[in-house]
């Protein structure tokens, strides 16, 4: 199963102990393929620089630790569709679409009021965790 996490939930991966820093170690274990594009990974860096005041080096450590757990890294996106009611979020669904993913994982109401988008399944990270059955 494919899935790509946004950044919503790679945060709270990081700053919390809780579901979506279980997601990440099931991702780190294969459980499922993680998913993610520059557009993601740069978001969350800047997010963790600027509203977090996290370290340039925790900030490249944290980084290695998601490109680790990602099965796949998209570095140039197909164009974006114009899809949700934040622009930014679309980059979110251009990555899902270009990896063929069956999930993306958000925290985020823009992209939750979706439900679905072509054969993707948006979702948040406890209906997520549902899905595995250890």
Known sequence: MKAVLDTNVLIAAFLTEGLCSGLMIRARKQAFSLVLCDDII????????????????????????????????IHDLSSCPDVCRDPNDNMVIACAVDAQAGYIVTGDEDLLILKKYKDIVIINPRNFEALFTD
């Open 42 to 73: 740069s978001e969350f860096e800047g997010i963790l620089r600027k509203k977090f005041k996290i370290p340039p080096a925790d900030i490249s450590e944290i980084s290695a630790i998601v490109s680790e757990a990602a099965s796949e890294i």
